[in-house]
Nanobody, 123 residues
């Protein structure tokens, strides 16, 4: 089992930045693909970013490309989401997820989920 705990959310003005962290415990996620998803009020959960097991491949939703950066620190069993130039439409609960696959983009490929952290961007 893998337990995931997100942190770093909060309230920020449009144009600002935040860095989310996701700490894994229970077992090493070194060989897992990791991802970030978000759910805005009244909307379905959507893919944000993913990083493969080696860290050499990253994928992003078009809506966050060039503004968000996903990274991983396997020594700390932690992944990050650096968010810049935030927009009000980025407001959502952000959740991290772990997949036993080496690379994973689709939500169905993820096996473990965190509870999420709220990000609110004011205009």
């Amino acid at each position: 089992q893998v337990q995931l705990v997100e942190s770093g959310g909060g309230l920020v003005q449009a144009g600002g930045s935040l860095r989310l962290s996701c700490a894994a415990s229970g077992r090493s996620t070194t060989n897992y693909a990791m991802g970030w998803f978000r759910r805005a009020p009244g909307k379905e959960r959507e893919f944000v970013a993913a990083i493969n097991w080696s860290g050499r491949r990253t994928d992003y939703a078009d809506s966050v490309k060039d503004r968000f950066t996903i990274s991983r620190d396997d020594a700390k069993n932690t992944i990050y989401l650096q968010m810049s130039t935030l927009k009000p439409e980025d407001t959502a609960v952000y959740s991290c997820a772990a997949s036993r696959a080496a690379t994973a983009v689709l939500e169905e490929a993820y096996n473990y989920w965190g509870q999420g952290t709220q990000v609110t961007v004011s205009s």
